[in-house]
């Protein structure tokens, strides 16, 4: 059953990494020399392996369930060929290309499903509870957390069950500013469809161009222009979940007090409960007006108070994102001054205290152009009262510009031989100041004692009233044969760090494999049972996306 | 054991009724003349019976057990007197009044607690959950859904557990703007202390003055500036609950993609998993200015489609209350014209085709003058552009200084037979319309049908970019010892109603008793299911506050 074909209306993505299959080179020779410098290292290239050496397990399904299977979707909506087995084998989490890239992969479904809409996918998962089939929700595949991580929970087969069909708008009410779509809708095509007529979703995540909405509004997702339209919590009016045991359909209302919100135990809720099938969800005005703004502080603290102050006023923008002096440094250091007036600006930053100070890129969005012009002054005027240097908008269209690049970069640097991984949390603002040295730290601390001492950068963006979210990069020489032990003690270092500080384990990125563990202390062992009561209730053979969100003993398996 | 007092730092709050016991009369015998000649009866005094007169069911705690509870909580801490049951024995619905004031409440609690802190009520909830005790969690008692209804569910003995002497501030994080509470404070009382210190927390319930925040919590209660500043729930920022098996403490932190919201799952949950004893809330910088504007429509729906494009706009002011033509009309009939300026302002309105038109109140706060000034201009602008007609700060100044009052206008009607009862909902703006006309008609009707033809009257408030809600009052003669019965149909009418058009049956009253059944199509059986699991979790001898929320087969009983 190699035959059928597989949906392609999305845009492809490299099956050992993100995106474009060919697009150009981001790093310069002359770049990666500077980088390896940094890093104590040669950089030598470890290019991945071909796809058809990918090893991956016998395929385990029973022909009669596949048939059963392909009855329900048709047979253009199942292929179990090695090449749809290995593009679902994994997310784009560092330890998924790290298993990609040397061929071992942890595993694979036996098969890959695409149902056409909502009653095919709980047909789908009543076929599978019945056999106890495992059944991993699978939308853009773009996780970095293990959140689509082939894992069985101690069922014999596993199936992927991919949304890409699933990609209608089926309403638009203009009156309410309400659409409603299904789950697999891409969100970058839905952005498209919604600009055609003047709307937008405001959701930009990384993964913009692949991630499906289904996939965001299962994983909490927060857009980088979040500080504007909020994560995508705010904008999932109404949706429709299918579970093994039924349907849980919540109707589109901007407001109720009829008990707990379950619409909010839906988001986020990663699979392990059904798969969401339909979203209604808020759209705004298209903004016709955009700025960028850069502005540089002389130290992170001084930009971490402006922007408390920023946010409280009720004067932050869409986009806000402030980075620390490692970070500024870096992103200085590794794009050459392109110009002479570049290095005079840079100069007089350093004659001035900011050393390189730290970047703070603005983006304004809205609907009328008087209005970002007041915002804007508004803004500009609070920061610069407090130490704000004004850089003009060149380092914002900058980072605009290479807004999504950075999954690219990554693939890049792997292919380097160099480590490069992410993580995120979200504190109060009183606590920001300790919460990023010690995470800072912890990693820094973690890579010297593997030998492979890294460099380690953060910004804060996503700004709320009562805080903001810290976003940690770093990368390190990659420890050859070893490469998820030495993931695996620097994110066990710094998750310890973030908990004890009374931060959250993820601020956007989402619990998958990857945090699963650290759950217990996150919502505490009362939350973690009554998230199991959930489970058990909704999918009581526990074939949902296994070995996810909660730890252990939860999984069904 | 009729010994012990109460705590009293609260205001006081009539047995019978609404607020201070000694108000003075609010209905002058004209208007009430007017009001009789409107509903078609000759309105009759019918006081409530004294308190001694009230018929409560014999005391069912056994000694040893009332032992334990005074060891947990102290002697002060325990009452099972006449007085403090009567207090207890219903929150403040219309169905509540009708029993109370008869003397005939449909049950008490056999003692009222009154716990210190997190873990006395961590005991008190062990000691009832190990003898099937069940436990009503006793906030300020101002529900208006039988939220606090005394309900056995099959046990033997009930006690209520009031919060009232948890009332302190435990921390203020002013860099975050965090302000850490116990959850019997009063809102009244936290919105002096924070104004204190030129912060605020932006909750304006009607039941301001006497309500507990963790009963605003528990409620997901909506105040009146909601459109400025959210509802309770996205002002709190974390929060610990005691269950009968154990705590679930949730760390403040501004946003998480941890798994499913377990914070929304506390936040209505209305006492049935558990208490909410302490809450970290988001509080704002006081507005230093405050700016009321009146304007009139000439129809609803001119109004609706205005205040939808003003909320769109991001230019809806902090709060915003547009009265239907039934609505306008009865507040100007029952106020009698005050002065020559106020009959030639209302002979020009009619003039000009506002007859009487739709009166739109609108409530401006912010930090700074010049922003209210500017946002002020803003909104009018688009205002008069749709259709509306500026009528000064005077209607919204007289609404503000009745803003809490309607509650004892409610007690004076019912002092004179007269029925007054609200009910709300929301809906999506495109919606609107018809569930206006539907419920208006379903509660004409079936008022018609029992003989008592009434005045139904709705407001819209609490706007949403998406939608908005919906605040029906209806005012009918009271059918003498048949009060429930034409209660129960004019609820079910207008309920029914709510549904078919896919409304939520509650935007802001809850759930309580009174929409229990309606749940099942709220939220469908696979929402009531995952409800039910989740409380079999957290209180698995269903002693939590039996017989709200959920539908009959839940509440343990």
């Not at 970047?359 to 809205?366: A, D, K, N, Q, S």
């Not at 690049?405 to 949390?425: F, I, K, Q």
Request: include cysteine; proline fraction near 5%; hydrophobic fraction near 40%.
């Amino acid at each position: 059953m190699d035959s059928s074909g597989s949906p392609a209306e999305s845009p492809s993505m490299r099956w050992w990494g993100w995106g474009e299959p060919n697009g150009p080179p981001l790093l310069s020779p002359t770049t990666l020399a500077r980088l390896g410098a940094i890093l104590g290292a040669t950089l030598q290239r470890r290019p991945p392996v071909a796809l058809e050496a990918v090893r991956l397990p016998a395929r385990s399904l029973e022909p009669s369930l596949d048939r059963a299977l392909r009855q329900i979707v048709g047979e253009a909506g199942v292929n179990d060929g090695h090449d749809e087995r290995v593009r679902h084998a994994a997310g784009r989490g560092y330890t998924d290309l790290v298993g990609l890239r040397a061929g071992l992969p942890e595993g694979a479904p036996d098969a890959v499903l695409w149902p056409a809409d909502h009653d095919q996918v709980r047909a789908v998962l009543e076929l599978c509870a019945a056999h106890g089939v495992a059944v991993v929700p699978f939308g853009g595949g773009t996780s970095v957390v293990g959140g689509v991580a082939p894992l069985r929970g101690g069922h014999g087969a596993l199936i992927a069950l991919d949304t890409r069909r699933m990609d209608g708008v089926l309403s638009l009410d203009r009156t309410s500013r309400i659409a409603t779509v299904q789950s697999g809708i891409r969100v970058a095509a839905l952005e498209s469809w919604l600009g055609a007529r003047g709307l937008t979703l405001g959701h930009f995540p990384q993964s913009f161009h692949y991630v499906a909405v289904g996939g965001c509004a299962a994983t909490r997702s927060v857009g980088q222009a979040s500080t504007g339209y909020g994560s995508i919590a705010g904008m999932i009016q109404g949706l429709r979940l299918a579970t093994p045991t039924g349907e849980l359909a919540l109707a589109a209302v901007p407001a109720s007090a009829a008990g707990p919100g379950l619409r909010e135990l839906v988001i986020g809720s990663e699979g392990t409960l059904g798969v969401i099938t339909e979203l209604a969800l808020k759209v705004r005005l298209a903004p016709a007006s955009r700025g960028f703004e850069g502005l540089f502080f002389r130290s992170f603290s001084d930009g971490v108070r402006a922007l408390a102050l920023l946010t409280q006023s009720g004067l932050a923008p869409a986009i806000a994102r402030l980075s620390d002096e490692r970070e500024t440094e870096t992103s200085l250091l590794l794009s050459a001054p392109r110009s002479m007036r570049d290095r005079v600006g840079r100069a007089y930053l350093r004659a001035r205290g900011y050393r390189p100070g730290c970047l703070l890129i603005l983006g304004f969005e809205e609907a009328e152009a008087k209005v970002l012009a007041a915002r804007r002054q508004s803004a500009l005027e609070l920061l610069r009262g407090e130490g704000a240097f004004l850089a003009g908008s060149s380092p914002g269209r900058a980072w605009a510009a290479a807004r999504y690049s950075a999954p690219y970069l990554r693939d890049e640097l792997l292919t380097h031989g160099v480590m490069a991984e992410t993580l995120e949390t979200a504190t109060r603002w009183s606590n920001v100041g300790a919460l990023h040295r010690g995470v800072a730290d912890a990693i820094e601390r973690e890579l010297r004692s593997c030998g492979t001492p890294g460099l380690v950068m953060c910004h804060l963006s996503h700004l709320y009233e009562t805080g903001a979210s810290l976003y940690f990069t770093f990368l390190a020489r990659q420890l050859e044969g070893r490469e998820l032990e030495q993931w695996r003690a620097v994110k066990w270092a710094a998750s310890e760090t973030i908990l004890s500080a009374g931060a959250t384990i993820t601020h956007h990125h989402g619990v998958g494999r990857d945090h699963a563990a650290w759950m217990n202390r996150e919502v505490g062992p009362q939350g973690v049972v009554a998230l199991r009561a959930l489970k058990a209730q909704l999918d009581p053979t526990g074939i949902m996306n296994p070995g996810k969100l909660l730890p252990d003993a939860s999984n069904g398996g």
